[in-house]
């Protein structure tokens, strides 16, 4: 047997017996040329030899060659066979292997290396980890423990390779005695932190790379379990890693393998974490922008998990303390960046949540969404392809956010159009949502949680609506801006308008709606138009009257409108056809320009009749008739009107008085523009005008209704005495009768409650605090414009009022014609609809009953006119097109098709809300109102607006706008739908106003900015008394003043605050 081994049996037994020359010999084999199966065989008798009794000396020569051929060996083979033996004589002769491996061994190892191997090889780490495992029961270990600790510090000083770092953590993990402890252990942690930033990988092949990530991953690991083992060492290694990623040294580029340490740090730590550090005054804003950039960098790395919470956890922090500089820079620079790493499934999820952050937060300009613009498309196609199975949900998130900046950034249909048609196929979130998604992720968001008190930023209230700031007792002018502005046809029709160069009042309301709909601010403060828009005769700083701003303000636009088409009309007619033919852009300077100078030619054409927008919107027609009850001649007058002024009727008692119509009379004002008449009654007739509750009713009836007052606006009045009526044709003073009859609908019909009468013994104005109904949804009767406006017979007269006037005591019974009892109703219902067929019929007068919804509501808070408070309700209209309320269109098509209306077609009737819909409101229909009150937005609803009076005796509805609905299958007006009254959606910005909303906004964040940063320097003792944004079922709406109605709070008659100082 021995023989075919190639060696003799003399010679064997003395290799084995002789050890002496044991590690000669052992030495020789392994250098020798024999086979690999040969060199096993002696290799395994020599380890077997290990059992039987050897001198120390013999130990110690044999120990230090299977150190050198681990250390030093040739190949593999003797690497492994250097091990084996080893590992052999350690174990059976354990007290000469101790004396071998000494501390002075292992310094020396770590110090010097061995030989020709250099101390940072690896190969030493794991030669020591090999023989720590054999004397691990042995007392001397201890002592090679501390000198470990200090070694291990040392190298990681120097800054090692990631293989020798990751055999260090191999070591370090079996081994946790070797870790440095208590001040050593911190300075260890951070000294690791900072070597791993110097893991660069310069690999390009796979396999290279994974050994990278893995070696990377163990030495994380190490630093895991050592934070866990020892808390105390965590916030120092994270303030290493803050130190490294904010250096601003060009020379050095931290590795992107510090992101390998966020997956292990605690998420629950991130609150107090990223607070203290963006509160930190020692760190600059070059140094933060650095280390957001660099966290952001770290969406490469393939198995960091929670990077992107902490990203966007520093983003909100960043924001709370008014850091938009820094927020906008590194935007700017990393959100190409961020979007190129969707291509790579691995941190593709990642990178959305932060991309997604990042553009739905930068609000203040489209800038960043349009640079990631035109890879949207690539990356949609690469999405449908690519077969993974993950694919086709990712591209629903990230279409849905594509969708959100569009609809944000609406205007650009050069950049969007290719979007639109790759993304046309899939589902696009409701308008609702996208709103919400954008005001929860701006960074004006009350939303985080990052804010430190006083760095709190009052940013828009959840509603996302625009409040207005009060400039010194301007609420009047701020609750008329909010009314026209949630009047959603005229708002759309305004900022579609092409007046760019101009200076124009209706410019500076552009202005105004466009910031109001796009502004970060959660107030914003409308000096300028202020300025533009005041009446001459307004004092500065004082209480005015709101109606008469309103009247004022749409009178100005009216006559600005006029005045261009006036100047048009001038032009040589030559040109005239060019222009009508050309669509020439423009349109400002035709007569329709500012009116429709963004409608598309089908929308714009119709309404080519030379009225204004305000008259288009706003205006409607009258007809004043009056009939010689002698002779029975009519004269009949048109004039046009933009809003109602209703008087409330004198009380029941009064109607037993010898002249029941001088005191109807005067009070019926009619208003176009601020021409004809304020909104304070006549003197005339308010002598006969009380101020107490009692109207024309019954004193335990009902109260009044919107309706009720539209009705005794319209009724017929005796012209009789000192109001006689002088007929040409009798050539006398006669008795007469008055009518008044609508004949053009307006799209927005507006109503002044005329609350303010004057007392002439007093020589004061007071207010009617009468509570007045107001119906959501009511009927107005528009009778046919076709009249006959020279004297006619009776017959002819007869079908010319709305309601028929026999007899001169015909209107002493007006208070019973408004509030009849039960039975009288029940007539009067039989005989209006009787008489309705009969007039349908004859086809004489047609009398169209058309549906008005209400809009807005402006309250008046306080006891006169010149004190007190205003602020206003406006609904909240859902949907693109803003058209009707389903809930509205549902109870419109109930009343007006069970035949039970509460009046003839004749007069002004209130509509009912189906009982279901009349209880308690819901979440979503709690949220169908806003109330407005100056620099506060609040969610109401409309049960508030009705019982505001009743809460809060002082607050009254003053102010009423009803938008008209048109019913299916009906065209009112001249059908104005169909020729562009209604647009149906929000029209794209025009470039100048985009870019004043964007430097607007870039000023507003640098503006908080400079405020966060002053309130940090001075830190104020005083707590802030900040009021969250909430219901006002509680409290009513604070006082008028320049701190923007947010407090005052009370209702009671004595609230001092609730007055105009």
Known sequence: MYCATGYSGGTLLT??????????????????????????????????????????????????????????????????IGLQVLEAYARYHRPEFERFFSKDFVLSLLQQGYGQLDRKDPAIIDYIHCCLRLLISCPSVLEIFSVIQVEVLRMVCERPEPALCARLNTLLSDFVQCIPRDKSGVLFCQQLVRTISYFHCYASQERELREYVGQVTKV???????????????????????????????????????ASLVQHIPVQMITVLIKSLTTDQNVKDASMTKALCRMIDWLSWPLAQHVDTWVIALLKGLAAVQKFTILIDVTLLKIELVFSRLWYPIVRQGALTVLSHMLLSFQHSPEAFHLVVPHVVHLVQSLRTDGLPTSKAFLLQFTELIHCMMYQYSGFPDLYDHIIEAIKDLPKPGEEKIKLVLNQSAWTSQSNSFAPGLLRQVGKSETGKTGLVNLGNTCYMNSIIQTLFMATDFRRHVLSLNLNGSNMLMKKLQLLFAFLAHTQRAAYAPRNFLDASRPPWFNVGSQQDCSEYLRFLLDRLHEEEKALQVIESAKPKVASPVDANSKDPTAQTTPEGPGESSLSPVESKPVNDGRTLIERMFGGNLITGIRCLRCNCI?????RFTDLSLAFCPPATSQDGPQPAGSSEEPKVLCQGSVNGGSETPEPGLAKTPTSNANCRLLDGPPLSVPDLVNYFLAPEILDEDNAYFCEKCSSLQRA???????????????????????????IRRKILDNVTIPPLMRLPVHSPAMNTQCSSSSSSSTSSPLQVDSPESSENLAKKLKPSQKEEDDKEKESIDGEELIIREGEISVQSVPYVLSSVVMHSGISSESGHYYSYGHNINGADGMQHPANHFALKEDSGN???????????????????GDKPSTQEAKDWLLFNDSRVTF??????????????????????YRKQELPGQSLNGGLTANGMR?????????????????????????QELNARTQALQAPSSSCSFRPNGSDDNNPPGSCGPSGGGGGGGGGFNTISRLVF
Not at 749 to 759: A, G
Not at 899 to 917: F, V
Request: glycine content about 2%.
């Open 983 to 1007: 647009v149906s959606a929000e029209p794209p910005l025009q470039k100048e106003l985009l870019d004043a909303i964007i430097k607007d906004n870039k000023l507003y964040l640098q503006e």
């Open 940 to 961: 109401s609803s409309f049960q508030s607006v009705q019982n505001i009076t009743n809460r809060f005796p002082k607050d009254t509805a003053y102010v009423l706008m």
């Open 220 to 258: 994380s690991t190490l630093l895991q379990n050592i934070w866990k083992a020892d808390p105390a060492t965590l916030l120092p290694s994270l303030q290493e890693v803050f130190a490294i990623i904010s250096s601003t040294d060009p020379s050095f580029d931290p590795s992107i393998a510090l």
């Open 15 to 80: 290799c084995l017996i002789g050890f002496v020359i044991m590690d000669k010999i052992l030495e020789g084999l392994v250098s020798s040329d024999h086979s690999v199966p040969v060199k096993r065989a002696i290799v395994k008798k020599v380890v077997e030899a290990a059992e039987k009794e050897v001198t120390e000396e013999q130990c110690q020569s044999l120990f230090v060659l299977t150190t050198r051929l681990i250390l030093l060996g040739e190949d593999a083979f003797q690497k492994q």
């Open 635 to 639: 004269s009949e007058k048109e004039e």
């Open 899 to 917: 035949g039970q209306a509460e009046c003839s077609l004749s007069t002004c009737s209130a509509l009912s809300i189906p009982p279901e819909r």
């Open 737 to 763: 009768e008055r009518t008044m009859k609508l004949v053009s609908a307006p799209e927005y019909l507006i109503l002044t409650l005329l609350r303010f009468s004057y007392d002439a013994k007093c020589h």
